[in-house]
């Protein structure tokens, strides 16, 4: 569902508002600074912060930037072999809280100092896949005709190539180290899918009054997309690009796990198959070792997914003005019609 | 209507073009450029220089010497002809190999996602219809902790606890290796046994996803006016869950089936690894690990055409449900 949000270029109610340019320098800059602060951080925190999902899952999110910042400034001891006694199990010894691994190695450092890496991957997995879709779904979907059949084409051509497959033989070729290379990599045709649906909503979007009074207007095609198109997106937009997150961490784990991809230092997935080859799965001693690594990246996983279920009702519009008070009836007569079915 | 099939069946063979094209490109793109490693090996092992290129033509359908569009003929000639040359681990046909392996493949992928649609898509519409119930709550909160759980640390858990600390089910492999008949029923009993694992890991982390989705849709269709319209009319309960809800619930959620397809057969890679479960995914990466560039390329292009050919068939019974889909597509230009 797209909310149907008032953009820039439309918002202003009074005078000669066709005249974006006069309106624009009636308000000073301060009021701007201040309506885009009420408009678009300080209403959405309310929202947000309403929901309980979205306070947990801020708060997980804290924890694994706080873990990361533990690892760059060097808060944490470096993970090497012989550094502690060998299998200590989970919270038996203070100085290694989640362990140690068969070789002496404290499971604690092994796993934050990879913490890094994997929120760099994570943020540059989902910045392509997003910002390529919109792209491409925008483009196709508003400008129709021949440019939406070629990029669909496009699309549906790397749909039909299965994720992992593709990636496995794009790392043994490219062997890539940098987080933020894998991370596009991991990713690398997963904007397919979710171009396609963006371009499904833009058909609507496209037809919208104010879209056709901009292009009425004159208006370039990238600056219709810019300002009327793409802030109708946004919810859907961040949604996806949460899950685009999440498939990049699931990836990158699964990936390194296999030991396809190349490492200097064990990242997650390095330390779940290194518990795995060292036959954790059999011996109860070293259940830890398989344990930790999965609290990590289940963790994440968990953190971001809560964090788009609340930004989900931030950008749902019958949320949003029910908490500006202007339409409690319609928000309260809904939920009677659902009870009703009952 | 008959223009839309014959423009869908149109696609999937442009589809599969353009696949084996890429194969044949990435084998190219792949370190040490076309067969070099295959070159050092087989000179390595005492082969004459003059038979080396001659090995390397039968085992890829590729003559090294020949200019590059010569050998893409060549290539795509005999991958058409559903020959993908010789893997050189194995020293057998690719064919042959993935003609065993895909079975097992498809079994798994098949069997959990019917498996995990029907389990999401009731317990989705029995949320919606308890809407803010406690039930409702638990097992939306439980879907948020099954999507944030990857398949393959169900798996691994699965394999910790079912099979090595208690001891249910087989941990690796397909079927028993000592039944002889393979269409007796034990035969079929220890099938199911062996892949039981397998199946639980991939359904269970993918019915979260689908319930929420099934929910969110069908509290959506309950709002919408034709659903009171049909109360008025007085329309039983029964009738108006499945033919007015239940379908135009599940309608949106088939593009997401589509892509999740995809998601599934490429995590065979990592699923089979974990349960040494001998599919496509297993070979593939096998392949991978031992630079048997025949094999990977044969079974990538097999998981290829198997995705393009699911999505053909989910495409086509689309079409049939939903009328919308084969009549217009008529988007102008602006």
């Known amino acids: 569902?797209?909310?149907?949000?008032?953009?820039?270029?439309?918002?202003?109610?009074?005078?000669?508002?066709?005249?974006?340019?006069?309106?624009?320098?009636?308000?000073?800059?301060?009021?701007?600074?201040?309506?885009?602060?009420?408009?678009?951080?300080?209403?959405?925190?309310?929202?947000?912060?309403?929901?309980?999902?979205?306070?947990?899952?801020?708060?997980?999110?804290?924890?694994?930037?706080?873990?990361?910042?533990?690892?760059?400034?060097?808060?944490?001891?470096?993970?090497?072999?012989?550094?502690?006694?060998?299998?200590?199990?989970?919270?038996?010894?203070?100085?290694?809280?989640?362990?140690?691994?068969?070789?002496?190695?404290?499971?604690?450092?092994?796993?934050?100092?990879?913490?890094?890496?994997?929120?760099?991957?994570?943020?540059?997995?989902?910045?392509?896949?997003?910002?390529?879709?919109?792209?491409?779904?925008?483009?196709?979907?508003?400008?129709?005709?021949?440019?939406d059949n070629v990029l669909m084409s496009i699309s549906d051509f790397f749909m039909a190539i299965p994720g992992l497959p593709l990636v496995i033989i794009l790392a043994i070729t490219f062997s890539p180290e940098n987080p933020i290379f894998v991370g596009v990599i991991l990713t690398?045709?997963?904007?397919?899918?979710?171009?396609?649906?963006?371009?499904?909503?833009?058909?609507?979007?496209?037809?919208?009054?104010?879209?056709?009074?901009?292009?009425?207007?004159?208006?370039?095609t990238f600056r219709i997309l810019r300002k009327d198109v793409i802030p109708n997106l946004m919810p859907y937009v961040t949604v996806n690009f949460v899950f685009a997150a999440r498939y990049t961490i699931f990836a990158s784990v699964g990936l390194y796990f296999l030991g396809v991809l190349p490492y200097s230092d064990p990242t997650w997935g390095v330390t779940l198959a290194r518990a795995q080859e060292n036959g954790a799965l059999f011996v109860p001693e070293a259940a830890h070792w398989l344990i930790a690594p999965m609290i990590f990246i289940v963790g994440l996983a968990l953190a971001l997914i809560l964090m788009g279920q609340g930004l989900d009702r931030v950008f749902n519009p019958r949320v949003r003005t029910r908490m500006a008070g202007e339409s409690e009836s319609t928000a309260e007569g809904d939920e009677t019609t659902t009870k009703g079915m009952i | 209507m008959v223009n839309y099939y014959v423009r869908r069946t149109a696609r999937v063979f442009v589809t599969i073009f353009g696949v084996m094209s890429l194969t044949f490109g990435l084998i190219r793109l792949l370190p040490g450029g076309p067969f070099t490693q295959l070159r050092v090996q087989l000179q390595r092992q005492g082969v004459p220089a003059e038979q080396v290129n001659e090995q390397i033509a039968n085992l890829q359908n590729v003559r090294p010497d020949a200019p590059l569009w010569q050998q893409y003929i060549d290539y795509m000639i005999s991958a058409a002809q559903l020959d993908l040359g010789t893997s050189i681990q194995?020293?057998?046909?690719?064919?042959?190999?993935?003609?065993?392996?895909?079975?097992?493949?498809?079994?798994?992928?098949?069997?959990?996602?019917?498996?995990?649609?029907?389990?999401?898509?009731?317990?989705?519409?029995?949320?919606?219809?308890?809407?803010?119930?406690?039930?409702?709550?638990?097992?939306?909160?439980?879907?948020?902790?099954?999507?944030?759980?990857?398949?393959?640390?169900?798996?691994?858990?699965?394999?910790?606890?079912?099979?090595?600390?208690?001891?249910?089910?087989?941990?690796?492999?397909?079927?028993?290796?000592?039944?002889?008949?393979?269409?007796?029923?034990?035969?079929?009993?220890?099938?199911?046994?062996?892949?039981?694992?397998?199946?639980?890991?991939?359904?269970i982390v993918g019915i979260g996803g689908q319930a929420l989705a099934m929910r969110g849709?069908?509290?959506?269709?309950?709002?919408?006016?034709?659903?009171?319209?049909?109360?008025?009319?007085g329309l039983s309960d029964g009738r108006i869950a499945l033919r007015y809800v239940a379908r135009n619930a599940i309608l949106p959620m088939y593009t997401g089936f589509l892509l999740l397809l995809g998601f599934r057969l490429g995590g065979t890679v990592i699923l089979e690894q974990i349960f040494n479960y001998p599919g496509l995914g297993l070979y593939l990466l096998d392949a991978v690990n031992s630079n048997d560039y025949p094999m990977m390329m044969g079974t990538f292009l097999v998981i290829t055409v198997a995705l393009v050919i699911g999505v053909y068939i989910a495409d086509l019974t689309y079409s049939l449900i939903d009328p919308r889909i084969s009549s217009g597509d008529s988007s102008e230009a602006y």
């Open chain 1, 188 to 220: 690398i045709n997963y904007w397919a899918g979710l171009g396609r649906s963006l371009r499904s909503q833009v058909l609507t979007i496209r037809e919208d009054s104010y879209v056709e009074a901009s292009r009425t207007m004159g208006t370039g």
């Open chain 2, 90 to 203: 194995y020293s057998e046909p690719v064919a042959a190999v993935v003609a065993e392996a895909a079975p097992w493949t498809i079994f798994v992928v098949v069997m959990s996602t019917i498996l995990m649609f029907a389990i999401g898509i009731v317990l989705g519409a029995v949320q919606a219809y308890w809407e803010g119930s406690k039930f409702d709550t638990i097992t939306s909160s439980l879907s948020i902790v099954g999507m944030s759980i990857p398949f393959y640390v169900a798996a691994i858990l699965l394999l910790l606890f079912v099979s090595y600390r208690w001891g249910l089910l087989p941990a690796s492999g397909t079927a028993n290796p000592n039944i002889e008949n393979h269409w007796s029923l034990d035969y079929a009993i220890s099938v199911l046994r062996y892949g039981a694992l397998p199946i639980l890991s991939y359904t």
């Open chain 1, 1 to 147: 569902m797209i909310p149907v949000k008032h953009t820039e270029s439309d918002s202003p109610t009074e005078g000669l508002d066709w005249q974006s340019e006069s309106t624009g320098t009636d308000m000073t800059r301060g009021d701007r600074l201040r309506e885009f602060y009420e408009r678009s951080i300080y209403e959405p925190a309310i929202v947000a912060w309403a929901d309980l999902r979205t306070r947990v899952g801020l708060l997980l999110l804290t924890v694994y930037l706080a873990i990361a910042g533990v690892s760059v400034l060097g808060l944490w001891r470096e993970p090497s072999t012989s550094q502690a006694p060998r299998l200590i199990g989970m919270f038996e010894n203070w100085s290694y809280p989640l362990g140690t691994t068969s070789s002496g190695v404290d499971l604690t450092a092994e796993l934050v100092h990879a913490t890094p890496d994997i929120l760099l991957m994570v943020l540059a997995g989902g910045v392509w896949a997003t910002g390529l879709a919109v792209i491409v779904g925008t483009l196709a979907g508003y400008k129709g005709g021949r440019v």
């Open chain 2, 217 to 233: 849709n069908s509290i959506q269709v309950l709002g919408e006016d034709f659903v009171e319209v049909a109360r008025l009319r």
